[in-house]
């Protein structure tokens, strides 16, 4: 049964950026839409892609990025999420790309990502999240 007000074919377009998933052993059915990492992410190793990948973030609408938490401290372990602080490009709408944007660099790096605007960052977390900030670019 479809949601009142809804068309079938609204629901297939919402639905079709997620059909490539589908036949993807990658992808479990444990609501994670990645394999997780075998290995710790290293600080090097995030920095190194992150810039390799400028181009592709950057058409998210992000201008600005930066590593910080575990990663950052070089401290992540094989569970961690990555930490990451966008400052929005002034030119472009990040929020309608927003998830687009953790979508790609989930599946980039097989871990949760926490994507945080820096204007968003709660004034008693600002101190310690920037103490570890790296940029990236």
Do not use: W
Not at 39 to 53: G, V
Request: glycine residues 4%.
């Amino acid at each position: 049964m479809k949601p009142s007000g809804t068309s079938l074919e609204t629901l297939r377009q919402l639905l079709k950026p997620f059909e490539k998933y589908a036949d993807d052993p990658a992808y479990d059915d444990n609501y994670e839409f990645y394999v997780p990492r075998e290995t710790p992410l290293s600080r090097d190793e995030a920095h190194e892609e992150l810039l390799r990948r400028r181009d592709e973030l950057m058409s998210f609408g992000i201008g600005h990025l930066s590593i910080a938490g575990s990663v950052a401290r070089d401290e992540a372990g094989i569970d961690s999420d990555i930490d990451l602080i966008v400052d929005p490009d002034a030119s472009r709408e990040l929020f309608g790309r927003y998830f687009d944007a953790i979508a790609y660099l989930e599946d980039l790096f097989r871990c949760e990502i926490d994507l945080l605007t820096r204007k968003n960052i709660k004034p008693h977390a600002r101190a310690s999240i920037e103490q570890d900030e790296i940029p990236v670019f």
